[in-house]
């Protein structure tokens, strides 16, 4: 079974490349354009990891972070944030919310699967075709 994976982006372009490289590589990836409705989603998809967007309209990924970390459902899930913020500043401001990862945008297609194996290890192997 998939690994599934939450990606809340309100970027469709970034969207669907993290869906897609998620996808190729082997896991389910479930799109969340719209942050307010992240939390909900969250309960009922049940990820193995949320890739989470920082800057977010209507409510900060952080603040998201922050609910998911609340939430004693969704406590133990890992958070992946992808942001354009990359300062030093920045990302210990993003682990203090509670991120288990940061991966700065653009991203490296290498690095961000290297930190969603890091984070969902048993995921499989993409089939060779």
């Given amino acids: ?11 469709e372009l970034n969207l669907k490349l993290f869906c897609d490289l998620l996808r190729a590589h ?25 890739v989470m967007d ?3 309209p209507h409510v900060s990924g952080l603040e998201l ?9 969704l406590r133990p899930v890992p958070v992946m944030a992808v942001t354009a913020y990359a300062g030093r500043d920045d990302e210990e401001r ?3 919310a509670g991120a288990n990862a940061y991966v700065s945008k653009p991203i490296s297609v290498i690095r961000f699967i290297e930190e ?3 984070l969902v290890p048993e995921a499989p192997e993409p089939a060779v075709a």
Avoid at 1 to 11: F, G, I, W
Avoid at 65 to 73: E, V, Y
């Fill in 116 to 118: 969603v194996r890091a």
């Fill in 65 to 73: 972070i922050g609910q998911m970390k609340r939430d004693p459902h």
């Fill in 26 to 50: 082997g896991y389910a990836a479930e799109p969340v354009r719209d942050g307010r409705e992240a939390v909900a989603r969250a309960r009922s998809f049940e990820p193995d990891l949320v």
């Fill in 94 to 96: 993003i682990r203090a």
């Fill in 1 to 11: 079974m998939a690994k599934r994976v939450l990606v809340v982006e309100d970027n």
């Fill in 54 to 56: 920082i800057q977010l």
